[in-house]
């Protein structure tokens, strides 16, 4: 099949190139000149593990193919994939412009049958408002071509994107005409061979499922977040809590893990745009108000536990952090808690040294030459003069520190952990001051 992807960021690169790898035809568009740049120089502009190599094979296949002209993009697929960024308005509602422009496009140029699926996240009634676009592009050429709007939500994770998407726990296809049906069932065959993983359903409950699979796993965070600290409070062990309740197949233990708030792109924007989609129906979301606010807390807690040990006036002082990424295996910083802690330190006084296997890069282009923030080449090297280590990523390297090393290197003997990394025995055993979320 001859497939456009638009908007090449993680969604669109990791799509395009799983469809390329299973042997379809795939042209990648990006209005982002510069990605386009680097991946028809060979490389990837996104950390994504085993994602450059697949790209590389398919591009040398000739099935994968980038571009940044509209015109040549519509030409190319039957199939046009909208992949571009729903990032929050104002207001924390979904921001479509990217969405419509895309659409608009593909009405500017299309000459013969299209289905174009959305694949960004997207409030319901989306659907209908590309179909508009389409609609009037076409009507103001004075063309009458037939098209199909499909919404087929992604649920990948970054960090283990190709995997997800190679190896699917579902396809949510949601459709009002079977040519398209059938159509999107040709796509997905190869990454359904194990059985069928394609669910079928009307348009609106295809865009409602994916924030609300979003929401449900921010919801067991906050929970589990605001269950950590009362566990502090009362002098309870949230690991032991944890084990005691993920047992019960109704609950499970994934998504029990307590920390420093969920960040990244997807959480916190989605969240938010479905309060506000609720909202402007007049159908407040309460529990979803709570997960955001307690969230919001939750970004803020190591910094309430080092106001606790340092006091609120930081001046002078110097923090040494472990993990820049939002989580590990990417170096997505979008709404990152490290993000969160480094302003946090700065608006104290303190200064940061930090180290982050992947997002460094990243760090820089957010933070550009601030002299508050240096960098170093290894964990260890973030230590020398810092008054306390702080961890926000649960980087693997970070699992198995030389705690009697660390020991040495701080000025003080502390570690406040946002991720629960350590026994918290094990660490006190060194002599270490450990403030984890939630742990005894
Ligand atoms: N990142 C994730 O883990 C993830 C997972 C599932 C769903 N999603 C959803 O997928 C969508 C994309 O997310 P992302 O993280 O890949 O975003 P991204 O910001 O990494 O990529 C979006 C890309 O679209 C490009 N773009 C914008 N307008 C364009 C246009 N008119 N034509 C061509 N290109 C255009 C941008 O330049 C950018 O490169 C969002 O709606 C997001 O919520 C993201």
Redesign the pocket.
Known sequence: MKISV???????LVTGTCLAEVGNDVLC????AS?IRILREGGIPIHEPGLLEMVQRNVAAGRLHFTTSIEESVAFGQVQFI????PPDEDGSADLQ?VT??AR?IGRHMNEYKVVVD????PVGTADKVREALQQELARRGVDTEFSVVSN??????GA?VEDFMRPDRVVVGADDERAVNLMRELYAPFNRNHDRLVVMDIRSAELTKYAANCMLATRISFMNELANLADKLGADIEQVRLGIGSDPRIGYHFLYPGCGYGG??FP??VQALIRAADSIGMPLKVLNAVEEANETQKRILLEKIKGRFGADLKGKHFALWGLAFKPNTDDMRAASSRVVIEGLWAMGATVTTYDPVAMTESRRIFGNDPRLAYADSPMDTLNNADALVIATEWKEFRAPDFEAVKAALKNPVVFDGRNMYEPARVKAHGIEYFAIGRR
Request: proline share 3%; with cysteine.
């Open positions: 638009i908007g090449t960021g993680y969604v669109g568009l990006d209005l982002d990605k992949a571009v960024g729903t990217y422009a895309a496009n694949k960004s996240t997207v939500p992604e649920f990948l994770k970054e994107a792109s997807c924007k989605d």
